[in-house]
């Protein structure tokens, strides 16, 4: 008897086990769709998938960050203001509801970041120097959580350079916080399987714009 | 045989994971064409699927029995389905309402120009206000550049329609602001008090607005302030008229902002010579403070404080006689303090509520003595907005409005001090619908009362406007209202119990819109009735003042912005066309009022070339020639000035990333403009009246200024504080 006490148990746990499988599977899944998707359909369809996997999981934030990481990307492709907002907006409330879960994440932290920077370069010169503002407090905010945090440093890096540029300043600051960056992405190790990824291409792009 | 009991319970449960059934169907909207990308899904599992190009979709689970099928899509109402899932496929379709989206729907747009920082649909932004050249970065003098004004140089203010300056009542986050342009000497512009960044919203009504809004016969320029600033700052600027400081704190839930500057005219006025002989040119200390606090989620306390004081002499030569010239002293005191709050209760309902002070005391010098005006209101206001449904939200309210006016005058006969004045009390109570039958077609109703204690009157003015989408970008909007508003002071002041002047407005609009382009030509027909009229012979006698003064205005309204076919480049025409008469005042019949002029044509030009990190400007604004009396022709105000030409100039340099260097110049040409003609009230030995040109104090307004902004971020800069 005890024998099959033992491998219920196991069985339990399997169990148990392939529900945390099921999510880190499905969640892989999705979060390749997204790094590989190149239209807006393609982040449509799965954003649908994370938001299903998000609504049963109730206190998993990777769902959310990837989430509003793909409508702040679908943000980019568009070209109409208004919708570029609504894109936005749909963001931040997908975030909204990840750092309710996990609001000391530095990297849901950064995409609050990511999303402030999406609504400035809607309309630069009349949001310009509101969201520049916001996006470098959170920012500072993100990389106070996690200096190792490469994609924070970049955002951060690239928001230097952006407001530099349209003011006419110096760009040296800026360009040595994106150095920094690349140097984190060589270095940075995911504390797990589903955290995010991104960023190394962009670094690298923009430190071709620095001139290095 | 205890492996195999083990053996079939995984078996058992291996069957079970594996029973899958599928569910599949078709997503439709109300009119029955397919929703791409539409989410189906069984609430609270993985298990779903994204609809395809035909409404498509189809997913396979493991669950079994009573479940929620879930079907949501950007801009549309989710849908809950029970569904019981058993042997086999279940096939269900499912139709999705159109949710209301405020951002696609059809807006009010009859008779309004917003501005704000915010949404996409603002006709200018509070960047565009300072940039604009011409427009000194003066609120009324960008707004100016707007179809419905008219331009009225020697005044500064806002003249709407075939309205005059009176007729423009200015709003602070709800509050009314009495005397909210600074006091100038006869015949010369005076200035908005408040400095246009102050506001993250702009919204300009040539007509036809909320029944929220009472006593402005012709428009309402509503300004709504900042909210928490996002970074402390400095700054400082040094002007050719002056200099400034202004700081901002932050703390955790709440922040300040302080503002001082002094304006002293007297050296550019030594260096350029004016034609009005000043025995002392303007000078002014005016400051302003903003305290802001949130409290809990959503609730925000706002204070906002302004004082000025302001002294200007000037000696005007009399017409009969150029020799002899009288002394014009103007000193002005004025605070201004605005409190208001604003909250979200839940879901339904929300709460804005405020309260107002204004003090105002011209003491204005002549030979004889001081003769001073104050004048102090108050006025306080709650509104409370319901959303019964999406569709329909229900805002109403009321407030109260208190206003003392004194007028002293120490030059009688036998010199004693003589006192006119009144208090006025209103009480004002508005309820306003909107109901959105659909993204496309909206109607607002609503009704304002009011009573007045002075005049012991209550009036009931309706309220109606409604826009219809046409397409995508363009939509149709219509407005009606009655509106009404205190007599002016001048008259009030000797007859206590005169009635409201009353105007009834009809505004028909249409609208394109699309990214960094604007289209709009609005018609209008403007009725005024219960205008005041008067006896010239006997002004000091209440008797001889009535209310059956009528008059009429109506015209068209032509707006083209473009912010997209040259690059970097962003322009807007204006054009107005305006037809008016009045019988009211002195006039013996009906006539054109010499505010107003037929034709009215702005274009305003912004350049911004990088190369040189600058902005240039230019603003070319053409009036037709407005009336003027004449006593030595027949008939009433039946002289025309030549037309009015202006082309203004503006540059703005980035130095230093926080550093702007920045320079207008008005009437680069040098056109002499004339306003109109003052006359003489004797005759000369040709048997004829001599006269006066009003013209503007120098052909040319030349500025300079540097503006500095210290803060954290290096990257802020004056721009915003111009």
Not at chain 2, 55 to 60: A, L, M, T
Not at chain 2, 557 to 576: G, H
């Amino acid at each position: 008897m005890k024998k099959i006490v033992l491998s219920l148990t196991t069985v339990a746990l399997i169990f148990t086990a392939s529900a945390n499988d099921k999510y880190e599977k499905a969640m892989l899944k999705n979060i390749s769709l997204v790094y590989e998707a190149n239209t807006v359909d393609a982040y449509q369809q799965a954003i649908n998938n994370l938001t299903r996997i998000g609504n049963a999981e109730k206190n998993k934030w990777e769902p959310y960050y990837y989430i509003t990481y793909s409508y702040i990307i679908m943000s980019f492709m568009e070209q109409d203001p208004g919708k570029k907002d609504s894109y936005i907006d749909l963001a931040q409330a997908a975030l909204d509801k990840g750092l309710a879960i996990a609001p000391d994440e530095s990297e849901l932290v950064t995409l609050q970041g990511f999303t402030h920077t999406a609504r400035l370069n809607v309309d630069p010169m009349n949001r310009g120097q509101r969201y520049s503002g916001m996006a470098t407090k959170v920012l500072r905010q993100a990389i106070k959580l996690n200096p190792e945090n490469p994609r924070a440093l970049l955002l951060m890096g690239q928001m230097m350079y952006g407001t530099a540029q349209f003011m006419g300043g110096s760009t040296t600051e800026a360009c040595a916080m994106i150095e920094k960056s690349l140097d984190k992405f060589e270095t940075f190790k995911s504390s797990h399987a589903l955290a995010p990824q991104w960023g190394k291409g962009q670094a690298t792009d923009a430190l071709k714009q620095c001139g290095n | 045989m205890k492996k195999p009991i083990l053996f079939l319970f995984l078996f058992i449960a291996g069957q079970h994971l594996m029973a899958q059934v599928s569910v599949e169907g078709y997503v439709t909207d109300q009119n029955g064409q397919p929703i791409v990308g539409a989410n189906v899904y069984l609430q609270d599992t993985y298990d779903g699927a994204s609809t395809d190009t035909t409404g498509y979709f189809s997913f396979e689970t493991t669950e079994e029995g009573d479940w929620v099928l879930v079907a949501t899509f950007i801009g549309y109402r989710s849908e809950e389905l029970p569904i019981i899932l058993g042997d086999g496929s279940s096939k269900i379709n499912i139709s999705l309402k159109e949710e209301l989206n405020k951002l696609e729907a059809v807006v009010i747009s009859a008779g309004s120009f917003s501005a704000g920082e915010e949404t996409k649909r603002e006709v200018l932004k509070p960047l565009d206000i300072v940039t604009t050249a011409g427009s000194s970065a003066d609120i009324a003098g960008a707004l100016n550049t707007l179809p419905g004004t008219q331009t009225v140089g020697e005044e500064g203010r806002l003249f709407v329609r075939g309205g005059s300056g009176a007729e423009t009542k200015t709003y602070i986050d709800g509050m009314q602001v009495l005397n909210a342009y600074n006091s100038a000497i006869p015949n010369t512009p005076s200035r908005g008090r408040f400095s246009p960044f102050m506001f993250k919203g702009t919204s300009f009504s040539t007509g036809g607005y909320s029944a929220e809004y009472g006593q402005a016969l012709s428009s309402a320029l509503i300004l709504n302030t900042k909210d928490m600033p996002v970074q402390e700052r400095v700054d400082f600027s040094i002007m050719s008229v002056g200099v400034d400081a202004a700081a901002t704190k932050i703390w955790d839930k709440s922040s300040f902002s302080g503002k001082i500057q002094y304006t002293n005219v007297t050296p550019y006025f030594n260096l350029i010579k004016q034609s009005l002989e000043l025995e002392k040119s303007p000078v002014a200390i005016d400051g302003n403070f903003a305290f802001r606090h949130k409290v809990r989620e959503h609730g925000m306390l706002k204070f906002y404080g302004n004082f000025n004081k302001s002294s200007v002499s000037s000696l005007l030569a009399d017409i009969d006689s150029p020799e002899v010239k009288t002394k014009y002293q103007l000193d002005n005191h004025y605070y201004y303090l605005n409190s208001s709050y604003r909250d979200v209760l839940n879901d339904k309902w929300s709460l804005k509520s405020g309260f107002a002070f204004t003090y105002s005391k011209d003491i204005i010098g002549v030979d004889q003595g001081n003769i001073a005006e104050k004048q102090n209101g108050m006025h306080a206001k709650t509104v409370l907005s319901y959303d019964v449904l999406t569709q329909l939200a229900i805002n109403f309210g009321g407030e109260v409005f208190h206003r003392r006016y004194q007028r002293f005058l120490p030059f009688t006969a036998d010199n004693q001090l003589t006192e006119a004045g009144f208090d006025e009390q209103l009480i004002a109570g508005f309820v306003e619908a909107d109901l959105y039958t659909s993204n496309r077609f909206v109607t607002r109703a609503g009704t304002r009362w009011e009573y007045n204690t002075l005049s012991q009157k209550a009036a009931i003015a309706p309220r109606l406007s409604m826009g219809y989408k046409t397409g995508d970008n363009s939509q149709i909007s219509l407005a009606y209202g009655q509106f009404q508003q205190t007599a002016e002071d001048r008259f009030v002041r000797v007859a206590n119990n005169l009635e409201s002047e009353k105007a009834d407005h009809y505004i028909l609009n249409y609208q394109w819109l699309s990214d960094k382009q604007t289209f709009r030509v609005e018609a209008y027909y403007k009725d005024y009735y219960d205008l005041v009229k008067f006896n010239e012979d006997t002004p000091d006698d209440p008797t001889a003042y009535f209310n059956d003064g009528y008059g009429h205005a109506q015209g068209i309204d032509v707006f083209w912005r473009d912010n997209k076919t040259f690059r970097n480049v962003d322009y807007w025409v204006s054009y107005s066309y305006l037809d008016t008469k009045r019988n009211y005042r002195n006039f013996p019949s009906e006539a054109m009022p010499t505010f107003a002029s037929n034709h009215n044509f702005s274009f305003v030009y912004k350049h911004f070339i990088t190369d040189i990190k600058s902005q240039i400007g230019w603003t070319y604004s053409f009036a037709s020639g407005r009336p003027y009396h004449n006593p030595n022709e027949p008939g009433f105000n039946a002289g025309k000035t030549r037309s009015y030409h202006d082309l203004s100039m503006n540059i703005s340099y980035l130095w230093k990333s926080n550093v702007i260097l920045h320079a207008f110049v008005t009437n680069v040409l040098g056109v002499k403009n004339v306003f109109g003609y003052e006359y003489g009230t004797q005759r000369n030995e040709a048997g004829r009246f001599d006269r006066r040109a009003i013209e503007p104090m120098a052909p040319r307004f030349i500025f300079l200024g540097v503006f500095i902004t210290l803060s954290k971020n290096k990257s802020l800069n004056g721009l915003p504080n111009l």
